[in-house]
């Protein structure tokens, strides 16, 4: 498979990118800064330069054509303004899914987020970032022409994987290391049969095979 990700320089990228090139598939990741290239050739992927907060549809769908799949992992991060939650959470995943409906991609994974939800109320950083979150996952799901999942991890860490996790419709709150959360994308990606699916990811006791296979319905 040939698999493009938003956000290729993301900690959940970088480890999905290692994955996914030691399993034998072809990666790209789009970055917006081209001192990131080489961390990206040192997780087996091809880096893609691209500001996704200012490129136009046509350039982005040029990028994804001939992918398999694409996974949206990009995000403006904790320390950024509220401005960014819309330009990067919100518009980046919105013109991200656009350019793969455009591009013929139909497998499309998403890296939401726990409670993201467009209704939600609140005037912090972070209510402003679960709108964002939810107003993209709403466009997704609106594209009959995407084969999407969406993925909401709960609290992330950087504690080693267990390879054990819950992922179900709802899981209720919880940690989960990025290591599983990787190791979850990596498999959702192949299995298509999880389409249609808006999936919570916390540490459990099954392991990440097993789990998507029980939601796929395998």
Do not use: C
């Not at 994955?19 to 789009?30: F, M, P, Q, S």
């Not at 982005?60 to 992992?73: I, N, P, Q, S, T």
């Not at 939401?112 to 466009?139: Q, T, W």
């Amino acid at each position: 498979m040939r698999i493009v990700i938003a956000g290729g320089h993301g900690q959940i990228a970088l480890r999905l990118e290692r994955l996914l090139a030691a399993r034998g598939d072809e990666v790209a990741g789009i970055i917006r800064k081209a001192e990131q290239a080489d961390d990206l050739r040192a997780a087996g992927a091809e880096p893609i330069v691209l500001d996704l907060e200012s490129a136009s549809l046509e350039e982005v769908a040029e990028r994804l054509r001939g992918a398999d799949a694409a996974v949206f992992a990009a995000g403006a991060g904790p320390g950024s303004g509220v401005d960014r939650k819309d330009t990067v959470d919100k518009s980046a995943a919105v013109l991200f899914a656009d350019a793969a409906v455009r591009a013929g991609v139909r497998r499309f994974v998403v890296v939401s987020s726990m409670g993201a939800d467009p209704a939600h109320h609140g005037d912090e950083i972070f209510d402003v970032y679960l709108r964002a979150k939810g107003e993209a996952d709403a466009h997704v799901r609106s594209l009959d022409e995407l084969d999407w999942t969406i993925l909401r991890p709960g609290m992330l860490t950087d504690d080693a994987g267990t390879g054990l996790v819950r992922l179900e419709a709802h899981t209720g709150r919880g940690p989960v290391p990025r290591d599983d959360v990787a190791a979850a994308l990596a498999e959702l990606v192949d299995t298509p049969a999880t389409h249609g699916l808006t999936l919570e990811l916390i540490s459990g006791s099954t392991p990440v095979s097993v789990a998507v296979k029980s939601v796929a319905g395998n």
